[in-house]
């Protein structure tokens, strides 16, 4: 998995691409979220659409980066969620947990 970091407005946006699997990748999703805690970058949009699979350790980052920015008085939206990607969050029943947006635009100004 790749990590693309930009910002929009006061937002970071995070573009991913590959797969969201756990492992290795796992620790630097962590460390990414980390740091942008530690920079107040708190608004946080997740660009699903080059994500081609997540399995259980995907959405446990998920989950693990939301909870923390939410800790933080932040929060972390999802944008471009694929059909494919949307099924396992709706099994979990966390489709009501994260906003979902389709497009980072729309997530972005959801902030505002």
Known sequence: MEIKQTMDQDVLVLTLTGELMGGP???????????????????????MDKVSWMNSSGIGMLISALSSLRSSSGDLKLANVSERLRRPLEITKLSSVFEQFPSISAAIQSYK
């Open 25 to 47: 990748d796992a620790d630097t999703f962590r460390r990414t979220i980390d740091n942008a805690i530690e920079e107040d970058k708190i608004q946080v949009v997740v660009d």
